[in-house]
């Protein structure tokens, strides 16, 4: 049988639908739909907001050490976005209730006038984890606070968020290499990026003195690529410059000449450009 099905147990498929239309019919793309530019609009009085949640001391009944650097992410994050022209705010060593707080709020704001949203996570993490103050919280929990169902004045933009954290307590060795806008249902979960510091079940690895590997990079690219590139091509050029130019040195031999690789995940559905 032709047609959509989902990966799962066998659906009553017994209605054909209040028209019967077939799903070619339903998918027709006429002239002016083939016209349309695969580029999210910046044509708001507002690229947006990025909202930094920036977490460096812990409390001590979860053994957690203090994220020495976190301090100078957060303020190279902030120079960033704010020269984009995101209105950018702060929020340093945050409970996961006042996280869920800060976000929850951030999700019941009007942004109509908005392009889109950045949210930078700095702190302790472990795999779909992300660690407060005084406890963890599932990321999943916080980004689908963001949901074009939850979240209905950011349907259809970009959201964007950066997440720095470890995923898991791998150490990754490396290898050697040779050099050589009609009206329209879409999913709920569309439109967002994910993009995380390290690869699923990885350490994430940070400098007490220059910040972490990945928002290093991050800044940098951004700063260098953010008005002429796609955000997909500078995540690919921030993957590119933490895989080759970081190794960490330390003088216990297991965390000594260890790398990284970020991860990208998106549902974006079309091109982000931070400039029109």
């Known amino acids: ?7 799962a147990r066998r659906q009553d498929t017994t209605d054909p639908g209040k028209d019967g239309a077939s799903g070619a019919q339903a998918m027709e793309v006429d002239a002016k739909a083939q016209s349309h530019a695969f580029r999210y609009s910046l044509n708001y009085p507002s690229i947006g907001h990025c909202i930094i949640i920036n977490n460096k001391n812990f409390d001590h009944r979860t053994g957690m050490n203090q994220r020495n650097g976190t301090d100078v992410d957060a303020g190279n994050v902030m120079n960033v976005f704010r020269k984009l022209g995101y209105t950018v705010k702060v929020y340093n060593d945050q409970t996961v209730a006042q996280i869920m707080q800060v976000l929850t709020a951030v999700a019941h704001d009007d942004h109509r006038r908005c392009a889109s949203l950045v949210c930078v996570m700095l702190s302790h993490g472990d795999e779909g984890v992300f660690y407060g103050t005084d406890t963890s919280v599932e990321l999943k929990t916080l980004t689908s606070l963001f949901r074009g169902d939850r979240c209905p004045s950011l349907v259809g933009k970009p959201k964007l968020f950066f997440i720095q954290a470890c995923r898991g307590t791998e150490l990754d060795p490396g290898v050697e290499a040779d050099s050589s806008d009609s009206s329209m249902r879409i999913p709920v979960e ?10 699923p079940g990885y350490y994430s690895w940070r400098n007490t003195m220059t910040g972490s590997w990945f928002i290093q990079s991050l800044c940098e690219m951004m700063t260098k690529y953010g008005r002429e590139l796609e955000l997909m091509q500078i ?27 970020p991860c990208i995940v998106s549902m974006l559905t079309k091109e982000m450009y931070f400039t029109a």
Do not use: W
């Open 1 to 7: 049988m032709n047609g959509d099905c989902v990966d």
């Open 190 to 199: 569309a439109d967002f990026l994910y993009a995380y510091s390290t690869a």
């Open 235 to 261: 995540m690919t050029r921030v993957n590119h410059k933490v895989a080759l130019e970081f190794e960490s040195t330390s003088n216990q031999p297991v965390f000594d000449a260890k790398k990284q690789i």
